[in-house]
């Protein structure tokens, strides 16, 4: 069974930075792309980030680039998003999963029907 585990949330102010990190058990991600989605109230869950099995390749949504970076350690089984200049609209329950990748970069979707319990990020102007 797959367990996601995602920390590192919390409240901080416009302009602040955090650092997410997901750790993975019940099955080795290493050969899979890795990346992460969010969920603001009363909105579906969208597509952040995604970093490919070796961590040689990211693509991030239009709304959080150049803001947001991606990385993973694939011998510690995680994956982690550090996030600076923190927008209002940032704001949201943060998921990882493994991510599935449509040809060219046409979509991005969780790989897996299971997810964590997410880490709230809020972020007050």
């Known amino acids: 069974q797959v367990q996601l585990l995602e920390s590192g949330g919390g409240l901080v102010q416009a302009g602040g930075s955090l650092r997410l990190s997901c750790a993975a058990s019940g099955r080795t991600f290493s050969s899979e792309a890795m990346g992460w989605f969010r969920q603001a109230p009363g909105k579906e869950r969208e597509f952040v980030a995604v970093i490919s099995w070796s961590g040689g390749s990211t693509h991030y949504a239009d709304s959080v680039k150049g803001r947001f970076t991606i990385s993973r350690d694939n011998a510690k089984n995680t994956v982690s998003l550090q996030m600076n200049s923190l927008k209002p609209e940032d704001t949201a329950v943060y998921y990882c999963?493994?991510?599935?990748?449509?040809?060219?970069?046409?979509?991005?979707?969780?790989?897996?029907?299971?997810w964590g319990q997410g880490t709230q990020v809020t972020v007050s102007s």
């Open positions: 999963n493994a991510v599935v990748v449509g040809y060219n970069g046409s979509y991005y979707q969780p790989a897996y029907d299971d």
